[in-house]
């Protein structure tokens, strides 16, 4: 079995693995991606893809983080669209927060200052901005509209044009192996091990989302967290206009006409089967909330699995071992922020002093 070298080896290419393996190579590191079946076809592929960035549902410590990666979004997507010579959707339309009931009133209380919640104020009319959304006091009485300037990404394209775009620069890739484990050399990290192949490099980057707990030496408290989803074809391109989120479900147009309906949040190990009855319940909170909905023709419902922790934040930085690093546990925000990870992770590979300061995301929280 013969060893190819490496400077860094990358495991998992779904959008976090392979926005740093680009990241890496554009700081000179030769990078190989070892993906255990087909590039960015997990959690980067099954996700909504909102950029979302609002305090009264970022938990607090991820904030600093959500927000800087927001804003590397356009320069993000327009380096990776050069790259790749693929188009993104990427939409700049705004998101429709809603809190109804009782839901609301709890939510909209343990959040920002009045004069935050102002800078959320819609910035018309409800029934200008979204014409299709059912009348409010038909759906709640105690309706509570905010808005935020956020983004959203179709993930499929974006992380499609990572794969091209990291292919273009000359990262490597194997792909249809898993990794067995991280190879230990002298108590420093020597490269990966599949069941075909060992492959070498002094650096060695765990970012296999949901999977990540799975490849000694270090057993990252990663959990699967099921989510099902569909997609529709709205009967008008722009019935639903913005991103629109509600306790029960949200719903993301896409620039082509088609409209994402989400998600559930379900622990359910490993499985990935989309369950009529539950795409059907989906779709009927989308009905509730956009009645013309009902003309929608059902295009594809699919799951993916969140890489979940025990906090539900990211684990992100060194290991003990030296060499060995991890960027995993984006939960419900990996597409939001696979840019600042690998900013940041690349900065603390090739030594440097991270922008943001990631200690709080280490893996030696959860203790060894
Ligand atoms: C239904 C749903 C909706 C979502 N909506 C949003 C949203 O709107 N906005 C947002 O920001 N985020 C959203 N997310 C979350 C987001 O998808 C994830 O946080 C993000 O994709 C994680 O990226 P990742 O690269 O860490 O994981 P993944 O994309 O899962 O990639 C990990 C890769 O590692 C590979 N791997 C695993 N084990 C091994 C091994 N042993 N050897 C080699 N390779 C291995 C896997 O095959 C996989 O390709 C959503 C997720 C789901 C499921």
């Known amino acids: 079995m013969g060893v190819k070298n490496w400077d860094a080896i990358v495991i998992g290419a779904g959008i976090v693995g392979l926005s740093l393996a680009i990241e890496l190579n554009q700081l000179g590191l030769r ?63 705004g998101t429709l927060v809603l809190f109804h009931g009782e839901t609301g009133v709890h939510r909209v209380s343990v959040g920002p200052s009045p004069a935050t919640t102002e800078a959320y104020a819609l910035p018309g009319p409800l029934a200008e901005l979204e014409p299709a959304l059912r009348a409010p006091d038909a759906a709640a009485p105690q309706f509570t509209a905010l808005y935020a300037q956020e983004r959203c990404v179709d993930p499929r394209h974006l992380t499609s044009a990572a794969i091209a775009a990291a292919r273009h620069r000359g990262v490597d890739f194997s792909s249809g192996d898993p990794v067995l484990d991280v190879e230990v050399v002298n108590g420093k990290a020597s490269g ?111 799951a993916g699995l969140r890489p979940g922790t025990p906090d539900g934040l990211p684990i992100l930085g060194a290991t003990p071992t030296p060499g060995c690093f991890v960027a995993t546990g984006h939960f419900r925000d990996g597409i939001l922020l696979a840019p600042v990870t690998a900013r940041l992770m690349s900065q603390i590979i090739t030594g440097q002093t991270p922008q943001i300061d990631v200690l709080k995301f280490s893996a030696s929280r959860f203790g060894s």
């Open 31 to 93: 990078v190989l991606v070892v993906e255990k079946g087909e590039p960015g076809r997990e959690a980067s592929w099954a996700a909504g893809g909102m950029l979302a960035d609002f305090p009264l549902e970022t938990p607090p410590l991820l904030r600093e983080l959500a927000t800087a990666s927001a804003r590397m979004y356009p320069e993000f997507v327009r380096g990776l669209e050069e790259e790749s010579g693929l188009k993104i959707d990427l939409r700049s339309v």
């Open 192 to 302: 990966v091990r599949t069941s075909k192949a060992r492959f070498a490099a002094g650096l060695v980057v765990n970012c296999a989302g949901a999977w990540a707990g799975k490849i000694p030496p270090h057993h990252f408290p990663t959990r699967p967290v099921k989510g099902q989803m569909l997609c529709v074809v709205m009967p008008e391109k722009e019935l639903v206009r913005h991103v629109i989120r509600t306790p029960d479900v949200y719903l993301i147009p896409r620039s082509d006409g088609r409209l994402v309906i989400g998600a559930t949040q379900e622990e359910a190990g490993f499985d990935k089967q989309a369950v009529p009855g539950t795409i059907q319940k989906l779709r009927q909170a989308a009905l509730n909330l956009v009645p013309k909905l009902a003309e929608a023709r059902i295009l594809e419902a699919w």
